[in-house]
Protein backbone atom coordinates (compact mmCIF):
# COMPACT_ATOMS: atom_id res chain seq x y z
CA UNK A 1 0.00 0.00 0.00
CA UNK A 2 2.91 2.47 0.19
CA UNK A 3 4.18 1.86 -2.92
CA UNK A 4 0.68 1.35 -4.73
CA UNK A 5 -0.81 5.03 -2.91
CA UNK A 6 2.26 6.50 -0.99
CA UNK A 7 0.20 6.56 2.18
CA UNK A 8 2.97 4.94 4.48
CA UNK A 9 2.63 1.48 5.29
CA UNK A 10 2.56 2.44 8.62
CA UNK A 11 -1.21 3.52 8.88
CA UNK A 12 -1.51 0.03 8.69
CA UNK A 13 1.18 -1.45 10.76
CA UNK A 14 0.61 0.73 13.65
CA UNK A 15 -2.90 -0.70 14.33
CA UNK A 16 -2.14 -4.31 13.89
CA UNK A 17 1.15 -4.02 16.05
CA UNK A 18 -0.62 -2.10 18.44
CA UNK A 19 -3.89 -4.69 18.27
CA UNK A 20 -1.19 -7.88 18.76
CA UNK A 21 0.30 -6.14 21.57
CA UNK A 22 -2.80 -5.82 23.68
CA UNK A 23 -3.40 -9.15 22.71
CA UNK A 24 -0.02 -10.60 23.96
CA UNK A 25 -1.30 -8.58 27.38
CA UNK A 26 1.28 -5.72 26.94
CA UNK A 27 0.77 -2.79 29.26
CA UNK A 28 -1.90 -0.01 26.51
CA UNK A 29 0.56 2.41 28.27
CA UNK A 30 3.37 1.57 25.75
CA UNK A 31 1.95 -0.29 23.39
CA UNK A 32 1.52 2.35 20.76
CA UNK A 33 5.03 3.95 21.73
CA UNK A 34 6.16 0.68 21.25
CA UNK A 35 3.74 0.45 17.95
CA UNK A 36 4.71 3.44 16.31
CA UNK A 37 8.60 3.55 17.06
CA UNK A 38 8.81 -0.35 15.63
CA UNK A 39 6.21 0.90 12.18
CA UNK A 40 8.62 3.39 11.88
CA UNK A 41 11.91 0.77 11.94
CA UNK A 42 9.98 -0.74 9.36
CA UNK A 43 9.57 2.03 7.34
CA UNK A 44 13.37 2.66 6.88
CA UNK A 45 13.31 -0.58 5.35
CA UNK A 46 10.62 -0.22 2.92
CA UNK A 47 10.97 2.89 1.84
CA UNK A 48 14.67 2.28 0.81
CA UNK A 49 13.08 -0.52 -1.45
CA UNK A 50 10.75 1.83 -2.81
CA UNK A 51 13.22 5.42 -3.10
CA UNK A 52 15.43 2.82 -5.51
CA UNK A 53 12.41 2.40 -7.60
CA UNK A 54 10.49 5.33 -8.01
CA UNK A 55 14.12 6.78 -8.72
CA UNK A 56 14.60 4.78 -11.54
CA UNK A 57 11.22 5.97 -12.87
CA UNK A 58 12.09 9.37 -12.34
CA UNK A 59 9.69 9.78 -10.02
CA UNK A 60 11.58 11.61 -7.25
CA UNK A 61 12.37 15.78 -7.40
CA UNK A 62 15.53 16.32 -5.58
CA UNK A 63 14.63 20.07 -5.64
CA UNK A 64 12.30 19.36 -3.57
CA UNK A 65 13.87 16.98 -1.09
CA UNK A 66 16.68 19.49 -0.62
CA UNK A 67 14.18 22.23 0.13
CA UNK A 68 11.90 19.95 2.32
CA UNK A 69 14.37 17.51 3.93
CA UNK A 70 15.40 19.72 6.87
CA UNK A 71 12.31 20.70 7.91
CA UNK A 72 11.16 17.32 7.72
CA UNK A 73 14.00 16.22 10.34
CA UNK A 74 13.24 18.84 12.37
CA UNK A 75 9.69 17.77 12.54
CA UNK A 76 10.47 14.17 13.22
CA UNK A 77 12.64 14.82 15.78
CA UNK A 78 10.07 17.33 17.73
CA UNK A 79 7.46 14.87 17.27
CA UNK A 80 9.22 11.44 18.08
CA UNK A 81 10.31 13.46 21.29
CA UNK A 82 6.56 14.28 21.90
CA UNK A 83 5.46 11.08 21.67
CA UNK A 84 7.51 9.74 23.96
CA UNK A 85 6.42 12.06 26.84
CA UNK A 86 2.92 11.73 26.15
CA UNK A 87 0.73 8.98 27.46
CA UNK A 88 -0.53 6.10 25.53
CA UNK A 89 -4.07 6.90 25.36
CA UNK A 90 -3.60 10.34 24.22
CA UNK A 91 -1.17 8.67 21.23
CA UNK A 92 -3.84 6.62 20.48
CA UNK A 93 -6.36 9.41 20.17
CA UNK A 94 -4.16 11.17 18.38
CA UNK A 95 -3.97 7.78 15.91
CA UNK A 96 -7.68 8.34 15.80
CA UNK A 97 -8.32 11.72 14.63
CA UNK A 98 -5.58 11.48 11.97
CA UNK A 99 -6.88 8.34 10.35
CA UNK A 100 -10.12 9.74 10.54
CA UNK A 101 -9.06 12.34 8.34
CA UNK A 102 -6.53 10.74 6.04
CA UNK A 103 -9.70 8.59 5.57
CA UNK A 104 -11.83 11.67 5.13
CA UNK A 105 -9.67 12.81 2.50
CA UNK A 106 -9.23 9.31 0.33
CA UNK A 107 -12.58 8.85 0.23
CA UNK A 108 -14.34 12.02 -1.20
CA UNK A 109 -11.42 13.72 -2.84
CA UNK A 110 -11.44 12.77 -6.22
CA UNK A 111 -9.41 15.85 -7.87
CA UNK A 112 -6.02 17.45 -5.96
CA UNK A 113 -6.88 21.31 -4.45
CA UNK A 114 -4.21 23.45 -6.65
CA UNK A 115 -3.09 26.38 -4.37
CA UNK A 116 -0.08 27.12 -6.40
CA UNK A 117 1.70 26.74 -9.51
CA UNK A 118 4.97 25.50 -7.20
CA UNK A 119 6.33 25.41 -4.21
CA UNK A 120 6.68 28.47 -1.76
CA UNK A 121 9.35 30.65 -2.91
CA UNK A 122 9.83 31.85 0.57
CA UNK A 123 12.23 29.45 2.78
CA UNK A 124 10.22 30.13 5.80
CA UNK A 125 7.09 28.71 4.54
CA UNK A 126 8.58 25.68 3.27
CA UNK A 127 10.31 24.75 6.36
CA UNK A 128 6.98 25.54 8.52
CA UNK A 129 5.10 23.14 5.69
CA UNK A 130 7.73 20.36 6.04
CA UNK A 131 8.41 20.60 9.70
CA UNK A 132 4.35 20.17 9.90
CA UNK A 133 4.50 16.93 7.73
CA UNK A 134 7.37 15.30 9.73
CA UNK A 135 5.57 16.32 12.86
CA UNK A 136 2.28 14.82 12.16
CA UNK A 137 3.86 11.77 10.77
CA UNK A 138 5.84 10.35 13.16
CA UNK A 139 3.64 11.12 15.77
CA UNK A 140 1.20 8.31 14.71
CA UNK A 141 4.36 6.15 12.83
CA UNK A 142 3.88 6.99 9.21
CA UNK A 143 6.12 7.84 6.56
CA UNK A 144 4.05 10.66 5.69
CA UNK A 145 2.84 9.99 2.94
CA UNK A 146 -0.72 10.88 3.37
CA UNK A 147 0.18 14.49 3.94
CA UNK A 148 2.90 15.22 1.67
CA UNK A 149 1.12 13.58 -1.32
CA UNK A 150 -1.60 15.73 -1.32
CA UNK A 151 0.71 18.54 -0.18
CA UNK A 152 2.65 18.36 -3.22
CA UNK A 153 0.02 17.79 -5.38
CA UNK A 154 -1.75 21.09 -3.94
CA UNK A 155 1.85 23.03 -5.60
CA UNK A 156 0.76 21.56 -8.53
CA UNK A 157 3.08 18.36 -8.84
CA UNK A 158 1.94 15.57 -10.61
CA UNK A 159 0.78 12.51 -8.69
CA UNK A 160 3.71 10.17 -9.70
CA UNK A 161 6.19 12.86 -8.81
CA UNK A 162 4.52 13.28 -5.14
CA UNK A 163 4.25 9.91 -4.44
CA UNK A 164 8.02 9.21 -5.42
CA UNK A 165 9.29 12.03 -3.49
CA UNK A 166 6.74 11.31 -0.42
CA UNK A 167 8.21 7.76 -0.42
CA UNK A 168 12.04 9.58 -0.41
CA UNK A 169 11.16 11.71 2.49
CA UNK A 170 9.86 8.88 4.45
CA UNK A 171 13.09 8.04 5.17
CA UNK A 172 14.37 11.42 6.45
CA UNK A 173 10.57 11.16 8.79
CA UNK A 174 11.08 7.37 10.09
CA UNK A 175 14.98 7.14 10.68
CA UNK A 176 15.24 10.28 13.02
CA UNK A 177 12.27 9.02 14.99
CA UNK A 178 13.20 5.85 15.39
CA UNK A 179 16.20 6.53 16.99
CA UNK A 180 14.67 9.44 19.57
CA UNK A 181 12.25 6.50 20.21
CA UNK A 182 14.96 3.87 20.99
CA UNK A 183 16.81 6.35 23.26
CA UNK A 184 13.43 7.59 24.95
CA UNK A 185 12.33 4.26 25.66
CA UNK A 186 15.49 3.00 26.96
CA UNK A 187 14.81 2.65 30.63
CA UNK A 188 11.27 1.34 30.32
CA UNK A 189 10.71 -1.97 32.02
CA UNK A 190 8.40 -4.16 31.39
CA UNK A 191 8.51 -4.65 27.43
CA UNK A 192 8.51 -7.43 24.52
CA UNK A 193 11.32 -9.19 23.74
CA UNK A 194 14.12 -7.95 21.16
CA UNK A 195 12.95 -4.31 22.28
CA UNK A 196 15.67 -1.59 21.88
CA UNK A 197 13.59 1.03 23.97
CA UNK A 198 10.45 1.26 22.04
CA UNK A 199 11.86 -0.35 18.42
CA UNK A 200 10.87 -3.74 18.82
CA UNK A 201 12.94 -5.97 16.36
CA UNK A 202 10.65 -9.11 16.34
CA UNK A 203 8.29 -6.50 14.22
CA UNK A 204 10.27 -4.66 12.71
CA UNK A 205 11.79 -8.12 11.11
CA UNK A 206 9.08 -9.76 10.60
CA UNK A 207 7.16 -6.75 8.61
CA UNK A 208 10.32 -5.70 6.54
CA UNK A 209 10.76 -9.17 5.59
CA UNK A 210 8.14 -9.12 3.39
CA UNK A 211 7.03 -5.67 2.64
CA UNK A 212 10.96 -4.59 1.68
CA UNK A 213 9.77 -6.59 -1.67
CA UNK A 214 6.34 -5.71 -1.68
CA UNK A 215 6.86 -1.83 -1.34
CA UNK A 216 8.76 -2.25 -4.58
CA UNK A 217 6.15 -4.10 -6.86
CA UNK A 218 3.29 -1.55 -5.46
CA UNK A 219 5.67 1.46 -6.61
CA UNK A 220 5.59 -0.19 -9.72
CA UNK A 221 2.07 -1.05 -10.24
CA UNK A 222 1.51 2.82 -8.97
CA UNK A 223 2.21 3.84 -12.64
CA UNK A 224 -0.37 1.95 -14.61
CA UNK A 225 -3.54 1.59 -11.85
CA UNK A 226 -6.44 3.96 -11.15
CA UNK A 227 -6.01 4.53 -7.79
CA UNK A 228 -9.82 6.00 -7.04
CA UNK A 229 -11.38 2.69 -6.46
CA UNK A 230 -8.81 1.50 -4.53
CA UNK A 231 -8.26 4.77 -2.74
CA UNK A 232 -12.28 3.91 -1.42
CA UNK A 233 -11.61 1.22 -0.42
CA UNK A 234 -8.66 1.33 1.93
CA UNK A 235 -10.43 4.73 3.41
CA UNK A 236 -13.01 2.29 4.53
CA UNK A 237 -10.60 -0.21 5.77
CA UNK A 238 -9.35 2.88 8.21
CA UNK A 239 -12.55 4.61 8.90
CA UNK A 240 -13.07 0.47 10.43
CA UNK A 241 -9.32 0.75 11.91
CA UNK A 242 -10.93 4.10 13.98
CA UNK A 243 -14.15 2.46 15.11
CA UNK A 244 -12.14 -0.40 16.21
CA UNK A 245 -9.67 1.41 18.49
CA UNK A 246 -12.95 3.36 20.04
CA UNK A 247 -14.56 0.42 20.73
CA UNK A 248 -11.36 -0.84 22.38
CA UNK A 249 -10.55 2.20 24.57
CA UNK A 250 -13.83 3.65 25.52
CA UNK A 251 -16.93 0.67 25.16
CA UNK A 252 -15.72 -2.88 26.26
Given at each position: ??????????????????FVLLY???????????AIASS????CFTSI????????????????????????????????????????????????????????????????????????????????????????????????????????????????????????????????????????????????????????????????????????????????????????????????????????????
Open positions: MAGLLGVGGGIIIVPISYLDYSSDYAMHILGVISSIRTHIKLKNVNFIILRTWVPGIVLGSLAGSYSASIISGEILVNIFICLAFLIALNMAFQKDPIIISKDLPKSKLINLIISSLIGFMSVLIGIGGGSFSVPTLTMFSKKIHEAVGTSATLGFFIAFPGTIILMISGSNIGALPPLSFGYLNIAIVLLVSSTSVFTANLGAKVSVNVNKITLRRIFSIFLLFTCISLIIEHYII
